[in-house]
């Protein structure tokens, strides 16, 4: 049983401390993850200059001395083509429900224009943004439907539509960095088995965020747990198993404090993530990890220790004495 355990957190919070920490604790990613929201091409292009400052390039060397890979995990899709661009090429973008092309959130995934403008956009990014073992994840907009309803989209569901726009992405990746993997993200609306077959280079990114945090994902009291966990073995058997990532919520301490600063002090819920650590072994994902934003040096002025990290990647010695 092999497994890598990461964390994303907001880029500007990555210190020294925090790699020693992750380090100790055993974490073998860090992805850097721009905040979602509203207003994520603005984020996402602060992090492209973030990227180019020394004092960031440092830090992520040392991050890398240490066996720690570096990734980026990003709602894109609005830097990738941006809401400039409706003015002049409305059809490019989503139409809404009652009939109107919109602007906000996503685009027509049937424009063959918007997905070559996609392409291109995503081809630029390659040698720019941390995506250590080609690993990339350039998601949709943070919005829990985001479909087009135009008359060629309206029988696709919103995961198919998320799927077509991942690969219009991986394609553009793979014109400049020919082993580029992307994720699909199975989130919220896209928490379903898409039936459009994925491209060789797409892998799953499970984020169940519209759980129960203070029960584990397999707990049959809990619904609205059943119903996240419901799709995942038929999402591993599409999509594979290598590469396969869970993305989950035990150390988001963004979420915790309503994405406003200043941040809470942190509840884990440890014995929550432990049970749902095994269970995500057992099912098979690659990847264990978890948000872990709003846990920088404005965190530990206010509250003297980061909490446990290592209580992420002990979570799965337990299993494994079990298994051995
Ligand atoms: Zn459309």
Redesign the pocket.
């Given at each position: 049983m092999c497994a890598c355990f990461g964390v994303y957190i907001h880029p500007e919070e990555l210190d020294e401390i925090w790699i020693d920490e992750a380090s100790s604790a055993g974490i073998g990613l860090v992805a850097f993850h721009p905040a979602g929201g509203e207003n994520t091409a603005d984020s996402f292009e602060r992090f492209l200059h973030l990227t180019e400052e020394p004092g960031f390039q440092s830090l992520m060397e040392k991050m890398r001395q240490k066996g720690i890979l570096a990734e980026t995990a990003a709602h894109a899709l609005s830097w990738l083509l941006p809401r400039e661009e409706f003015e002049a090429h409305p059809d490019w973008f989503r139409?809404d429900e009652t009939g109107n092309r919109v602007k906000a959130f996503n685009c027509?995934?049937?424009?063959l224009a918007a997905m070559a403008y996609l392409e291109d956009r995503a081809a630029a990014l390659v040698g720019k943004i941390p995506a250590d073992g080609h690993r990339y994840h350039l998601w949709t907009d943070d919005v829990a439907v985001g479909a087009?309803s135009?008359e060629?989209?309206k029988g696709l569901t919103p995961a198919d539509q998320s799927l077509l726009l991942t690969h219009a992405i991986l394609r553009g990746l793979r014109k400049a960095d020919p082993e580029a993997k992307l994720s699909f993200l199975a989130y919220h609306g896209t928490m379903e088995l898409p039936g459009v077959m994925p491209e060789e280079g797409v892998y799953l990114e499970y984020a169940p965020m519209d759980r129960e945090y203070d029960k584990p994902l397999t707990d049959p009291d809990s619904e609205k747990n059943r119903k996240q966990w419901a799709p995942v073995s038929a999402l591993l058997e599409r999509f594979g198993k290598e590469d396969a990532t869970v993305l989950d919520y035990w150390y988001d301490n963004s979420l915790q404090s309503g994405w406003k600063k200043p941040p809470v002090k942190l509840k884990l819920e440890q014995a929550v993530m432990e049970q749902d650590v095994r269970d995500d072994l057992s099912a098979g994902f690659a990847y264990i990890t978890t948000f872990a934003c709003y846990l920088g040096a404005d965190y530990r002025a206010l509250y003297p220790e980061l909490p446990d990290l290592a209580a992420l990647t002990k979570a799965a010695d337990s299993m494994m004495k079990k298994a051995e």
């Open positions: 139409m027509c995934p049937s424009s087009c135009c060629r989209c």
